[in-house]
């Protein structure tokens, strides 16, 4: 194949919530509030994909499929593909990497690329023709030179290097199914100024904390009002508002584009109550933040950098307040099986929910995902149950023992705090109560004019 001849490129996200504890799963069967919270991430597009999508360039041809099923697989195209670019979750890479063996036992290339094959390249390696580790962004135009020239192959590591996102390629969002998909995402930055333990998304690819030009970002909203009208923008950045200059300039924009939107962020935003009201005025409707645990000494030493998570409770509750009393609803993100807890975590949670007034929740057990300060600390203490069963790095399966109960206590108290907290009653509490809030936020408002 010569450098100029047309390459047919399928890129494949393997995307679904996967729990490998049944009780669970039945669970979610029955409570509105787990199903919901779980499409809604289950929803989100391959971002990563799409960018490298969008790199490419013509007159090659580009196809993006997601699947979460056997049957998904079954009706991926097959004629005439040159190379499967193939990411996936942790706990389904072993999806990933059966699929990209049976394009490879057809004679097509494949790669695997995201934060999975990073941390585990030579395990990647052993299923693919080429695995990515880093920043694709820094090696995809090497890969496709590779693949027309007959030599692809091997790690294309680009861990070294640190991708400028001024030079960001724009996500090919015109590849997307119309139709498909409640929210739609845009990266505005990458990387995060903390370090938690537990982390396993893009501060793994990057060591530092950038930002993506406006312009960009703009045009890339542009890009997907032209295609979806006025879709839910879910910004996918860890750490949204650590730079508010960046997004007091933003907003604006946003506001004149009529757009709702959704970012992850940490308390530390709500001080500042004039940039809270930005947000809700530029279409902020949801904020994500990890909480983490209602115990303060459960949260020691969980960031790395600086200890910022140690800080009171009665903070959250503050912060929880400001933000939701400026309009702005509230997930807040708790792990539950920390090294601090003990079996009263499952109702300190609960009743913290309920005080706080939280429009929603997320709750999490400790997860040691491969790469991340957290895993490498469970192997050293000999506290992995199965430290190379990628299966149960779901969010939801216990796959470590816990220090303060046992594994049994931990997997039947965190059964139980779903089926409470995701119950519709709860659910519908927490509705009222952000309502409450807010009203008395904008009562607040009113009477300072």
């Known amino acids: 194949m010569g450098p100029a001849a047309l390459m047919r490129i399928l890129f494949v996200a393997i995307s679904n919530i996967t729990v490998c504890d049944t009780t669970l799963l039945d669970l979610g069967l029955t409570l509105p509030g787990f199903v919901k919270r779980s499409k809604a991430i289950a929803s989100l597009p391959n971002l990563g994909l799409l960018t490298l999508a969008g790199q490419t360039p013509p007159p090659h041809e580009t196809l993006y499929r997601e699947v979460a099923s056997a049957a998904d697989f079954e009706q991926l195209p097959r004629d005439g593909v040159d190379l499967v670019a193939i990411a996936s979750f942790t706990a389904l890479i072993h999806q990933a990497y059966a699929l990209s063996e049976k394009f490879r036992e057809k004679g097509v290339k494949t790669v695997l690329g995201g934060l999975h094959a990073t941390m585990e390249p030579e395990e990647a390696l052993q299923h693919a023709d080429a695995v990515v580790a880093g920043e694709g962004e820094s090696v995809w135009p090497q890969i496709l030179d590779d693949l027309a020239a007959g030599r692809l192959g091997g790690l294309y590591d680009a861990r070294s290097q640190e991708f400028d996102l001024r030079e960001a390629p724009a996500p090919a969002f015109s590849l997307l199914e119309q139709g498909r998909y409640n929210r739609l995402t845009v990266q505005v930055s990458r ?256 009477a300072k004019r």
């Open 191 to 446: 990387g995060c100024p903390l370090k938690c333990e537990f982390c396993a998304s893009s501060i793994l690819l990057t060591r530092k904390y950038k930002y993506k030009p406006i312009h960009k970002v703009l045009a890339e909203l542009d890009a997907l009002c032209a295609l979806f009208g006025r879709p839910f923008i879910e910004f996918v950045d860890d750490n949204a508002f650590r730079d508010k200059a960046y997004w007091r300039e933003l907003m604006p924009a946003l506001k004149a584009r009529r757009l709702r939107w959704f970012a992850e962020t940490d308390a530390s935003v709500a001080q500042d109550g004039d940039f809270l009201r930005q947000m809700r005025d530029s279409g902020c409707y949801q904020v994500l933040i990890g909480l983490e645990s209602p115990d303060e000494a459960a949260r020691d030493r969980l960031e790395l950098t600086s200890n910022w998570k140690r800080r009171p409770g009665a903070d959250d509750i503050t912060a929880i307040a400001a933000i939701q009393g400026a309009g702005v609803r509230v997930i807040g993100c708790f792990i539950v099986g920390l090294d601090g807890h003990r079996p009263d975590i499952f109702g300190e949670i609960e009743a913290f929910s309920e005080a706080s007034g939280l429009f929603d929740v997320q709750v999490t057990l400790p997860t040691a995902f491969p790469g991340t300060p957290f895993a490498q600390r469970l192997e050293a203490e000999g506290r992995l149950l199965a430290p190379r069963d990628w299966r149960t790095r779901t969010l939801f399966d216990v796959n470590f023992t816990p220090r303060g109960m046992s594994v049994a206590a931990l997997t039947s108290g965190f059964r139980d705090l779903v089926g409470s907290l995701y119950s519709e009653p709860a659910s519908r509490r927490r509705s009222r109560a952000f309502h409450r809030m807010a009203q008395a936020g904008a009562a607040r408002e009113a």
